[in-house]
């Protein structure tokens, strides 16, 4: 996650930044990264789209579950 937010959002164009709410430990997650990086790349581009005008960074939170994970992409638009 730290890699998409340095690669894609770290200084976007208005000053906003994407937020990252990560899990205090970290965990290997089994996923196809290239399918994975497309799939956040488009929902976080979106949040930062559809949220022009508004002061609020889009946020990114990843939650481990004992079989998998829960990404979600928070925007204010």
Known sequence: ???LSREFYLNHRDKRKLILILPDE???ILSDESLLLHILNN???NAFKYSRGVE???ELKLEYLEKGFII????YG
């Open 56 to 58: 609020n960074s889009p």
């Open 72 to 75: 979600s992409v928070k925007d």
């Open 43 to 45: 929902l976080i581009s």
């Open 1 to 3: 996650m730290q890699k």
């Open 26 to 28: 970290e965990k290997e």
